[in-house]
Structure formats: structure tokens, C-alpha cells
């Protein structure tokens, strides 16, 4: 079997039917489909349940509410695919997605694919995978023109860190994600994509825009109930390491585990009286592992990191608050 597709799910009833349906539909046949049931409290379970009892494509698995990184873990240790794609319940992707994979991956025989995306309802949103150019990357050429900027260059450019939007091969992707702490429930998917990115001996890029990207109207911030934790930046940082060589990727890691402390940042603000989040914020970063971070990262000629990274420094939440209003 060629392809294992896992999706884990989680009060998504309004839109799984459609990600399904687009994954069933496929003009290429030769895979598997994993809904992974995280304990969903709607009808989530009972509509995964209803597809397996009509395609014996479909594996379904009930377990208790873990998050995305227990849900995709529980998924790939089943999987038997030769390689896995991960597909986000509010998601969908195009007719012919698989069977434009298949197609390459029949010619180069590499260790992760890479495509494009829309975003729908809106399309405005430009897919991070066009600054790089079409074709397959060995080793040597991985690190000449990817490497630089996988994470987070100085410029912000970066390669695009989700999970899904890839096809990885199963031996490399189910070691790094059987690896990764259930803990870490934000950014998780970008440590297995990055560090699987490093490991990987080839890759191929495409500019095909096979996955379908659902946007809502608020950013992930605006949306949140609770603040985000303040722990979550230095976790993945320290999973980034345990991969990846710190002279070669540190800058690197500093950017973006900065770029996160903002976002962390914005929520605390967006979810708490003004007066607290104030202090929590100050409080935070005057701490020693935060300034170490905030010290090492630089921006070149990416004015809105560089604005945002002058708050951190200067601890200037007043700034902070006004950015807050407008993403």
C-alpha cells in the first residue's frame, strides 16, 4: 500500500463529512484512511464509525481526549503505508492529490514530498512553498538552498511548517512523531516537519496546490479562550536540539522560539485584565532561559519581527497591546 492518510478529529462535526468525502473520492485508490477519534463530545465518532461500515478503506480509532500530537501518534503506529499524509479534519484536498504524489514519487524515489496549498473560503493567502523552486533536492542541495531558511531566516523566510501539505516516508516520520511529548499542543506539527526535513536524504518540491486549507475569520490568537503557555516556545525549542546541531540551525531556533514568546504574549493580553497580563508579561521575561532566547534572535529587513522582538526586549506591553487589536 502506497499511502496511509491519517486525520485526527475533534468537534469538527459541521466539517468532517467534506474532509472525508475528499480523501474517499480520490482518483488514486491504493491507500488507507485512519480517523483518529480523540474523544470527541459530538458526532464525530458516530460519523467515522458510519464511513468504515462502507469503505473498507476506512480505520477508525476511539480514544480519550489527548490532543492533535497523541491523535496523528496513535495514527502513524498503525499506519502501513509506505508513506503518510496528514489531513486536518476542517480540511479537504483536491481529486487528484494522491495520484499527483504517486506520479513523482514513481520518478524520484525520495523521502518526503512537498506541495502547495489554497486557502478557501478565501484564496488570498500565498503558499510559503512558492519561494522555492520546483524539482527534487538531495542532501548537498538541501543544505545549500533549504536549510539556510527551514526554520526562520533573518529575513523571516522560512519553509512552510506544517505537517500536512507533505507526504512523508513512514519509517522516518513515525520515529520523530513517536518521539514528540503529548505536551506540546501548538507548533507540534512544525518539530515533526522540521526535524524530519533535517533527517530526511531527499526531498521534492512541487508548486501544485493539492491541499485545501481551511481559514477562519480570527487569528489563533484572537480565538483562544485561555492564554497560550509560556513553556510551549521552550519545549519545541528543546525538541528542535535534540535533532538538529546548534551551530547550524541555533539563530535559527532562537527566531522563531521569539517569534512565539509574542504570540504568547498577545494571548496573555487578548485573555486576561490588562493590569495582570502587564505583570505576568514582565515578569516572564525578565526571566533568565526567555532573555537568553531574545538576545541570540535577530531580524534582517522584516520590519513586523523586528517590532515585535523590540517589545519583547523592552518589555513594552503598552506597544504589545496595540498589536494585540489588529491581528
Same mark, same amino acid.
Given at each position: 500500500?502506497?499511502?496511509?492518510?491519517?486525520?485526527?478529529?475533534?468537534?469538527?462535526?459541521?466539517?468532517?463529512?467534506? =474532509?472525508?468525502?475528499?480523501?474517499?473520492?480520490?482518483?488514486?485508490?491504493?491507500?488507507?484512511?485512519?480517523?483518529?477519534?480523540?474523544?470527541?463530545?459530538?458526532?464525530?465518532?458516530?460519523? =467515522?464509525?458510519?464511513?468504515?461500515?462502507?469503505?473498507?478503506?476506512?480505520?477508525?480509532?476511539?480514544?480519550?481526549?489527548?490532543?492533535?500530537?497523541?491523535?496523528? /501518534?496513535?495514527?502513524?503506529?498503525?499506519?502501513?503505508?509506505?508513506?503518510?499524509?496528514?489531513?486536518?479534519?476542517?480540511?479537504?484536498?483536491?481529486?487528484?492529490?494522491?495520484?499527483?504524489?504517486?506520479?513523482?514519487?514513481?520518478?524520484?524515489? =525520495?523521502?518526503?514530498?512537498?506541495?502547495?496549498?489554497?486557502?478557501?473560503?478565501?484564496?488570498?493567502?500565498?503558499?510559503?512553498?512558492e519561494i522555492y523552486s520546483v524539482g527534487e533536492y538531495d542532501k548537498k542541495q538541501m543544505k545549500e538552498c533549504i536549510f539556510p531558511s527551514l526554520i526562520t531566516a533573518e529575513d523571516g523566510k522560512?519553509?512552510?511548517?506544517?505537517?500536512?501539505?507533505?507526504?512523508?516516508?513512514?519509517?522516518?516520520?513515525?520515529?520523530?512523531?513517536?518521539?514528540?511529548?503529548?505536551?506540546?499542543?501548538?507548533?507540534?506539527?512544525? =518539530?515533526?516537519?522540521?526535524?524530519?526535513?533535517?533527517?530526511?536524504?531527499?526531498?521534492?518540491?512541487?508548486?501544485?496546490?493539492?491541499?485545501?486549507?481551511?481559514?477562519?475569520?480570527?487569528?489563533?490568537?484572537?480565538?483562544?479562550?485561555?492564554?497560550?503557555?509560556?513553556?510551549?516556545?521552550?519545549?519545541?525549542?528543546?525538541?528542535?536540539?535534540?535533532?538538529?546541531?546548534?551551530?547550524?540551525?541555533?539563530?535559527?531556533?532562537?527566531?522563531?522560539?521569539?517569534?512565539?514568546?509574542?504570540?504568547?504574549?498577545?494571548?496573555?493580553?487578548?485573555?486576561?485584565?490588562? /493590569?495582570?497580563?502587564?505583570?505576568?508579561? /514582565?515578569?516572564?521575561?525578565?526571566?533568565?532561559?526567555?532573555?537568553?532566547?531574545?538576545?541570540?534572535?535577530?531580524?534582517?529587513?522584516?520590519? /513586523?519581527?523586528?517590532?515585535?522582538?523590540?517589545?519583547?526586549?523592552?518589555?513594552?506591553?503598552?506597544?504589545?497591546?496595540?498589536?494585540?487589536?489588529?491581528?
Amino acid at each position: 500500500m502506497l499511502f496511509s492518510v491519517i486525520v485526527p478529529i475533534y468537534k469538527v462535526e459541521k466539517y468532517l463529512r467534506e =474532509c472525508i468525502d475528499s480523501i474517499l473520492s480520490q482518483s488514486f485508490s491504493d491507500f488507507e484512511l485512519i480517523l483518529v477519534d480523540d474523544g470527541s463530545p459530538d458526532s464525530c465518532p458516530f460519523i =467515522c464509525d458510519e464511513y468504515a461500515k462502507k469503505d473498507t478503506r476506512v480505520k477508525v480509532v476511539h480514544k480519550e481526549n489527548g490532543g492533535a500530537t497523541s491523535s496523528r /501518534k496513535m495514527g502513524t503506529e498503525i499506519a502501513t503505508g509506505d508513506y503518510i499524509f496528514y489531513v486536518d479534519s476542517d480540511d479537504r484536498i483536491k481529486p487528484n492529490t494522491l495520484q499527483t504524489v504517486a506520479e513523482i514519487l514513481l520518478k524520484q524515489s =525520495c523521502d518526503i514530498v512537498c506541495f502547495g496549498y489554497e486557502t478557501f473560503p478565501n484564496r488570498a493567502k500565498k503558499a510559503e512553498i512558492e519561494i522555492y523552486s520546483v524539482g527534487e533536492y538531495d542532501k548537498k542541495q538541501m543544505k545549500e538552498c533549504i536549510f539556510p531558511s527551514l526554520i526562520t531566516a533573518e529575513d523571516g523566510k522560512r519553509f512552510p511548517p506544517s505537517i500536512w501539505g507533505k507526504a512523508f516516508k513512514r519509517e522516518l516520520v513515525t520515529a520523530i512523531q513517536s518521539d514528540l511529548s503529548d505536551d506540546i499542543v501548538i507548533g507540534e506539527d512544525s =518539530c515533526v516537519a522540521y526535524v524530519c526535513m533535517y533527517l530526511a536524504d531527499s526531498i521534492y518540491i512541487t508548486h501544485d496546490k493539492l491541499y485545501l486549507y481551511r481559514v477562519e475569520n480570527e487569528s489563533l490568537t484572537r480565538q483562544c479562550k485561555k492564554a497560550f503557555s509560556w513553556d510551549e516556545p521552550l519545549r519545541r525549542a528543546k525538541f528542535y536540539l535534540k535533532y538538529m546541531p546548534q551551530e547550524q540551525f541555533g539563530d535559527q531556533i532562537a527566531r522563531i522560539t521569539a517569534h512565539s514568546f509574542f504570540n504568547v504574549a498577545v494571548s496573555v493580553i487578548n485573555t486576561k485584565r490588562y /493590569k495582570d497580563a502587564k505583570k505576568e508579561i /514582565k515578569q516572564k521575561l525578565s526571566e533568565n532561559n526567555v532573555n537568553e532566547v531574545l538576545k541570540q534572535a535577530r531580524f534582517k529587513s522584516n520590519y /513586523k519581527e523586528k517590532i515585535a522582538l523590540f517589545c519583547l526586549r523592552h518589555k513594552n506591553t503598552f506597544l504589545m497591546k496595540l498589536i494585540a487589536k489588529v491581528i
